[in-house]
């Protein structure tokens, strides 16, 4: 009966690990496409601002239409069933993805533009698949079950940005490009679609009063700034999601101008950042919660985040791969556990909207921060670092501070309510 269980589970894993790992495999070549002279999508002679802007703005047309989409396809899986959706879902990111291909090999970045308009729109099947676990378990079962999705998280994001690298490298295979990554994500989502129409079955009744919008994503930010239970909480999950943001997108940039890192050697470092955010939520984040509250473990990350990022720039090569664990596990103990506090703060009737609240927050987050790490790193390579080390400490003073204030709030058990509630994400 239990080996029945895992096998209903095994497409939905293969679902998140394989989107993950869609969205990593593009990651380590965005920087070497805009910022480098050999296989730049823009022309040789392009200036370092209007580089970074590109950069930036690729960056933001995905976040922005996934700000959008996510809401809107979640709803649109209560109306019309998870399944058709998933599909919709798989095939929406697979055309982005071929158009995106299609973009770099004209070497024309409005086409790349709207590619990743494409897949960021429909970059929804995570949340949905998680729903979809989250309606086949039981009661005794659902911890369990949900946890398979950091493990899932972790793996395609280690393995991701490897695959995105070495399918860039001419010199392993001659027909190999800048092109290929996004292709090969294409094949991924495709893939998917195919594992879920052949096994997977419908898990909720359709329902026609569920109303469409797609300013859904608007509405819910707001509500997260507004509403007086979790706004500070908001703010607090806004700031430290920034404080990660910058220092994963432009930490790529600073590594192509200071150590000249091309395809292979941002994979390589892209899967060093999912490997330590798998160390973080499975080993370390055990550790924490066994010691102290909640409240105070984000508290101390953050200040650690922010410490570690501001000298990012007084290290060399070597010495910032160490520091780099300073940043990393930090923000995955962070994120985590803010997930939890803010469930902890609303009632059992209001987790789905809570949810909702802070994927909103999120996604805002990284759309903003991909806007800036396109042009702030114009007034020195030190400051988006050093403004992300900021917006770290800062979240840790405005949460110590709210903690101070609630006596009252309760601190439930972080194991259960972490892998129950959160989705660990890495890019969001």
Not at 24 to 30: E, H, Q, R, Y
Not at 241 to 252: K, N, Q, R, S, T
Not at 296 to 305: C, D, R
Request: hydrophobic share 55%.
């Amino acid at each position: 009966m239990k080996d029945h269980k895992y096998l209903k589970l095994a497409p939905l894993f293969l679902v998140l690990v394989i989107d993950t790992m869609g969205m990593g495999i593009v990651f380590p070549i965005l920087v070497p496409l805009f910022m480098g002279t050999t296989d730049s999508i823009l022309p040789l002679g392009t200036s370092a601002a209007t580089r970074q802007f590109w950069y930036g703005a690729t960056l933001v047309s995905w976040s922005v239409l996934m700000f959008i989409g996510a809401p809107f396809l979640g709803d649109l899986s209560d109306r019309m069933g998870r399944k058709k959706v998933l599909l919709l879902a798989l095939g929406g990111t697979a055309l982005g993805f071929a158009i995106s291909a299609f973009g770099v090999g004209l070497k024309n970045v409005w086409v790349l533009m709207l590619g990743r308009i494409f897949a960021g729109f429909f970059a929804g099947s995570q949340p949905i698949a998680q729903a979809v676990i989250a309606d086949i378990s039981t009661e005794q079962d659902k911890v369990h079950n949900m946890s398979f999705i950091i493990v899932a998280n972790c793996l395609g994001f280690v393995f991701g940005p490897i695959i995105g690298g070495y399918f860039a490298d001419s010199h392993l295979i001659s027909w190999f490009t800048f092109s290929t990554p996004f292709y090969a994500a294409s094949v991924l989502a495709i893939i998917n679609a195919a594992l879920l129409l052949y096994t997977l079955r419908e898990t909720v009744q359709p329902k026609e009063g569920v109303k469409l919008s797609l300013a859904r994503g608007i509405i819910v930010f707001k509500e997260a700034f507004t509403n007086k239970k979790i706004r500070i909480l908001s703010l607090v999950l806004f700031l430290t999601e920034v404080a990660w943001a910058l220092f994963f997108l432009y930490i790529p940039i600073y590594q192509v101008e200071m150590y000249h890192y091309d395809n292979i050697n941002i994979a390589h470092f892209m899967s060093y950042l999912g490997l330590l955010f798998a160390i973080g939520l499975t080993l370390v984040i055990r550790i924490f919660v066994k010691l102290m509250r909640l409240e105070l473990i984000v508290v101390i990350m953050m200040i650690i985040m922010g410490v570690a990022e501001s000298f990012i720039t007084l290290t060399n090569e070597n010495s910032l791969w160490i520091l780099t664990a300073f940043v990393t596990i930090p923000s995955a103990l962070g994120y985590s556990i803010m997930i939890t506090v803010c469930s902890n703060a609303v009632s059992a009737q209001e987790q789905g909207w809570i949810m909702g609240i802070t994927s909103s927050v999120t996604a805002a987050a990284f759309g903003l921060s991909s806007a800036a790490a396109g042009t702030i790193g114009l007034f020195g390579a030190a400051v988006p670092f050093v403004t992300a080390g900021a917006a770290a400490v800062l979240s840790a003073i405005i949460l110590y501070l709210w903690d101070k204030k609630n006596p009252a709030h309760t601190h439930r058990n972080l194991l259960t309510d972490t892998n129950t509630q959160s989705d660990a994400t890495l890019t969001e």
